[in-house]
């Protein structure tokens, strides 16, 4: 499956994004999709993973209550809208997708539970 991120760019601290990430060459519904970021010097870090359903999700403690994640399986997206962002969301941020019917917190916020990845896109966060 391939994957294309969208919609990042810069934003002031408190305002909002939504990122998009259109998947094609595969049936989306058989896939988790997972949602990373990764700022400079850092460790790729788990932001959200939604089920092939969409029906369960799961979050880190620093984005639950600000990022929601949602996907559209008739039109092969999934979304992650990003509210209150604050500075130290300034990162790069990934989707991927996972073929394992197996979906849990700990196993989908890992990234090698993820197959396939997307090319990425830059969310800046002015203070």
């Known amino acids: 499956v391939q994957l294309q991120a969208s919609g990042g760019g810069l934003v002031q601290a408190g305002g909002s994004l939504r990122l998009s990430c259109a998947a094609s060459g595969r049936t989306f519904s058989n896939y988790a999709m997972g949602w990373f970021r990764q700022a400079p010097g850092k460790e790729r870090e788990f932001v959200a993973a939604?089920?092939?359903?969409?029906?369960?999700?799961y979050y880190p403690g620093s984005v639950r209550g600000r990022f929601t994640v949602s996907r559209d399986n008739a039109e092969n997206t999934v979304y992650l809208q990003m509210n209150s962002l604050e500075p130290e969301d300034t990162a790069v941020y990934y989707c991927?997708?996972?073929?394992?019917?197996?979906?849990?917190?700990?196993?989908?916020?890992?990234?090698?539970?993820?197959?396939?990845w997307g090319q990425g896109t830059l969310v800046t966060v002015s203070s």
């Open positions: 939604i089920s092939r359903s969409g029906g369960v999700t």
């Open positions: 991927a997708a996972a073929i394992s019917t197996y979906f849990s917190d700990s196993y989908n916020s890992r990234p090698s539970a993820y197959e396939y």
